[in-house]
T-cell receptor, first 117, second 111 residues
Framework: DVKVTQSSRYLVKRTGEKVFLECVQD?????MFWYRQDPGLGLRLIYF???????EKGDIPEGYSVSREKKERFSLILESASTNQTSMYLC????????????????FGEGSRLTVL | AQSVTQLDSHVSVSEGTPVLLRCNYS??????LFWYVQHPNKGLQLLLK??????LVKGINGFEAEFKKSETSFHLTKPSAHMSDAAEYFC?????????FGPGTSLSVIP
């Protein structure tokens, strides 16, 4: 079974702190994604990566950066956390799709619930 | 713009009765469509997927979905709801350069 592991399930940080959210997948997937999930707003894509050292902005990249130095690991970085970044963060990975599709099914981690005070 | 619509934000059913969660997508050539389930404070788990094979797709936990190209729909059904089915359900579409999620449907199951 594919396993996507998010190292921290629950974090509490203070405004202005630098925050690292780590995600590791064990199935050699090319694609990795970071989403945030808020009540009433669904899942919103922050960044995705289709290869090592490659990244693409999603719908809401402001205030975030990412790092993919190794294929299995995709880190989300909040350079200076703010209260409006309090949210559930979900990491996902996938193989490259077949035919006309960018990606196959996404495999999700358990999520990291971040509270910024 | 491409989109995925889930017509009901909340559905409530009695235990043992059928479940219908609706999903419509903007038309594109040969879409791949998925249904995911999310229990509270958990990640999303794949229920089933359609990738241009059989139009009736069977998934885990007794769920199935039918791809109807003429209606651009991919509705999720289950003949008999169980208490453990109470969760949030997301329809997802992938295309050449996009992954698009619907807004989600919250399913409540009444004992």
């Amino acid at each position: 079974d594919v396993k996507v592991t998010q190292s921290s399930r629950y974090l509490v940080k203070r405004t202005g702190e630098k925050v690292f959210l780590e995600c590791v997948q064990d199935m050699d997937h090319e694609n990795m994604f970071w989403y945030r999930q808020d009540p009433g707003l669904g899942l919103r894509l922050i960044y995705f990566s289709y290869d090592v050292k490659m990244k693409e902005k999603g719908d809401i990249p402001e205030g975030y950066s990412v790092s993919r130095e190794k294929k299995e690991r995709f880190s989300l970085i909040l350079e200076s956390a703010s209260t409006n970044q309090t949210s559930m963060y979900l990491c996902a990975s996938s193989l490259t799709g077949t035919g006309t599709s960018l990606t196959g099914e996404l495999f999700f981690g358990e999520g990291s619930r971040l509270t910024v005070l | 713009a491409q989109s995925v619509t889930q017509l009901d934000s909340h559905v409530s059913v009695s235990e043992g009765t059928p479940v219908l969660l609706r999903c419509n997508y903007s038309s594109s050539y040969s879409p791949s469509l998925f249904w995911y389930v999310q229990h509270p404070n958990k990640g999303l788990q794949l229920l089933l997927k359609y990738t241009s094979a059989a139009t009736l797709v069977k998934g885990i936990n007794g769920f199935e979905a039918e791809f109807k190209k003429s209606e651009t729909s991919f509705h999720l059904t289950k003949p008999s709801a169980h208490m453990s089915d109470a969760a949030e359900y997301f329809c997802m579409k992938t295309s050449y350069d996009k992954v698009i999620f619907g807004p989600g449907t919250s399913l409540s199951v009444i004992p």
